[in-house]
């Protein structure tokens, strides 16, 4: 049994990622984010960082009795099917999916939930510390060209 419980710890923290900063900027560019749906790439970066501190294992569970899910927080109520509750699951994914170091699948539900009138806003972590703001800091020494780090949410 305590061999059965050390194999399962293993293979959890082996599908764990906690992305350093620039690192995840970068992935985020290369997965086609900077820009999507006129989202800077400083949105998203500043957006994760609040919502989950870049770790792919986070979860949180809300006092309404939904859970959020992985590096984007992606909530079981509307965006994906964990069994327990999910009325819409508007991404068609399994939770568990997005507790993963390879971000695609999170990545893909993320574009997904901007689609819907809330955009980035939909996010609590964007509205309470990013919007509006000085973003520059989440990109600077990340090698990113000056015009990209200060590119704002036109609206939310």
Known sequence: MIKSLLFLLLVAVANAKRFQRCEWAHKLKDSGMDGYRNISLADWVCLTKWESGYDTMKTHHNNDGSTDFGIFQINNRWWCNDKIMSFRNGCQINCKDLLSDDVTVAINCAKRVVK????????????????????TPYLDGCGFESTHRNRRVSSA
């Open 116 to 135: 819907d009138p809330q955009g980035i806003a939909a996010w609590y972590g964007w509205r309470s510390h990013c919007q509006g703001r000085d973003l």
